[in-house]
């Protein structure tokens, strides 16, 4: 009679054949993902001459109109669309500018090709105290870490949608291969699993083993010990790469998907022509006293005659939360357009809007980066050590056949 094939057999035969084609391209997303966790810190050390500001005794900033009044007359052509202010009073505030007249700066050669181009945005590190240039945001190691963002959200390939595609496509699969590995770490047989001495080959690394033995540990081991960060890594990911699938993600935890630049469309309302926009000062001010805490806070500029003041404030430190607090003020009244405050959120709420800091690690702070950083860079192992799996099994395999096949032309041969 023919063996039937078991449930573990059909789950391992899956796990291999889902994994292999796509080893490759998790090991790209896993490396660069490695590499990017902490793309902000190593850029603001190894730029410090840039970012750092000395502080003057008794000084105070200066005015934002005087900022923004020195800023464009150095930067000619550009306008003042954002402004970045971090909690420390020793570090670069970050100035975002764009062309006043998008596509006409520099001639034709830079006009924006279609009608969905974006403007290009420059980002100035400034010193507050004395309006002085320190340097341009995007500076070398900026392009390396924004390089290496790209190969990991798209692979570098010019057309974004393809590459999204690919990637995204990998995240969902190693969902696939999170629980598979699971059900295979498992052992085997049931009535086995009250005994500790079953359990004990899923937490073990025989380091004095052969290197088939040892590899075969580290995959099925580490890859134990990281199931929960490489499982969240790969369930938020698809969310950044497939609306559908956020749109799926959101109303899973109970939450209605949030239509795409809602917030672009609040309005202030203009009482005149002759009415003035406020002040920075003021917009600033009007968050502070609804966000008192110390964090960095962004300020975007109203866009148009009708746009609003948009406020973003966030913490920052070892153990920080990511969580963001925003607030839309009438650009002439200063009254409140929408208040975003991230602890009045339902639970599902406040994890569809932290979807981008759960994959990253930035959930809190420097504490859950470290704890990203080593669970990355073992996932970044796992396809390596997977391959090497399979390798040495078909290889086995092909010599079992061989010497099967050897056995029968000596069996055939004429005594």
């Keep these: 009679m023919k063996k039937r094939t078991s449930f573990r057999k059909i789950i391992h035969v899956m796990h291999l054949w889902v994994g292999i084609p796509?080893?490759?391209?998790?090991?790209?997303?896993?490396?660069?993902?490695?590499?990017?966790?902490?793309?902000?810190?190593?850029?603001?050390?190894?730029?410090?001459?840039?970012?750092?500001?000395?502080?003057?005794?008794?000084?105070?900033?200066?005015?934002?109109?005087?900022?923004?009044?020195?800023?464009?007359?150095?930067?000619?052509?550009?306008t003042t669309t954002a402004v970045?202010?971090?909690s420390s009073k020793t570090q670069a505030w970050i100035f975002s500018m764009q062309e006043k007249e998008p596509g006409k700066k520099g001639g034709k050669g830079n006009m924006a090709k279609g009608p969905k181009a974006k403007p290009k945005i420059s980002n100035f590190l400034v010193n507050p105290y004395t309006g002085r240039v320190q340097g341009d945001a995007q500076s070398t190691s900026f392009v390396f870490f924004n390089t290496v963002l790209q190969l990991h959200r798209w692979l570098l390939i010019s057309n974004h949608d393809i590459g999204t595609a690919i990637t995204g496509t990998a995240a969902i699969l190693m969902i696939f291969l999170q629980i598979s590995g699971i059900i295979l770490w498992l052992p085997a047989k049931?009535?086995?699993w009250?005994?500790?001495?079953?359990?004990?080959?899923?937490?073990?690394?025989?380091?004095?083993?052969?290197?088939?033995?040892?590899?075969?540990?580290?995959?099925?081991?580490?890859?134990?010990?990281?199931?929960?960060?490489?499982?969240?890594?790969?369930?938020?990911?698809?969310?950044?790469?497939?609306?559908?699938?956020?749109?799926?993600?959101s109303r899973a935890l109970g939450v209605q998907p949030v239509?795409?630049?809602?917030?672009?469309?609040?309005t202030s309302r203009v009482a005149s022509d002759t009415a003035r926009s406020m002040t920075l000062e003021t917009a600033l001010a009007r968050s502070e006293a609804l966000f008192p805490y110390e964090g960095i806070t962004r300020v975007t500029l109203p866009k148009n005659a009708t746009g609003v003041f948009n406020i973003q404030k966030m913490q920052e430190g070892f153990f920080a939360s990511a969580a963001i607090d925003r607030i839309f003020l009438d650009q002439y009244t200063?009254?409140?357009?929408?208040?975003?405050?991230?602890?009045?959120?339902?639970?599902?709420?406040?994890?569809?809007?932290?979807?981008?800091?759960?994959h990253t690690g930035e959930l809190f702070g420097t504490l859950s980066k470290i704890l990203y950083f080593?669970?990355?860079?073992?996932?970044?192992?796992?396809?390596?050590?997977?391959?090497?799996?399979?390798?040495?099994?078909?290889?086995?395999?092909?010599?079992?056949?061989?010497?099967?096949?050897?056995?029968?032309?000596?069996?055939?041969?004429?005594?």
């Design 190 to 192: 049931l009535r086995s």
């Design 374 to 415: 080593i669970a990355c860079l073992i996932a970044t192992s796992l396809p390596v050590t997977g391959v090497i799996i399979w390798w040495g099994r078909r290889n086995k395999k092909g010599k079992t056949i061989a010497v099967v096949k050897n056995r029968q032309e000596l069996q055939e041969e004429p005594a």
């Design 334 to 358: 200063g009254a409140i357009v929408k208040l975003d405050r991230f602890s009045d959120k339902t639970l599902g709420q406040k994890i569809v809007t932290l979807i981008k800091p759960i």
């Design 259 to 266: 239509k795409k630049g809602a917030d672009n469309e609040l």
């Design 194 to 249: 009250k005994s500790r001495r079953a359990w004990k080959q899923g937490f073990r690394i025989k380091f004095d083993a052969t290197p088939k033995r040892l590899n075969f540990d580290l995959h099925k081991a580490v890859g134990f010990y990281t199931f929960l960060f490489i499982t969240i890594m790969a369930l938020t990911g698809p969310a950044m790469a497939f609306d559908w699938y956020k749109a799926g993600f």
């Design 84 to 86: 970045t202010i971090p």
């Design 22 to 78: 796509c080893a490759l391209f998790l090991f790209i997303i896993c490396l660069t993902g490695t590499i990017y966790v902490f793309n902000r810190e190593i850029t603001q050390w190894v730029d410090e001459d840039k970012f750092h500001v000395t502080l003057p005794a008794n000084a105070f900033p200066l005015p934002m109109a005087t900022l923004t009044s020195l800023l464009e007359k150095e930067q000619k052509g550009l």
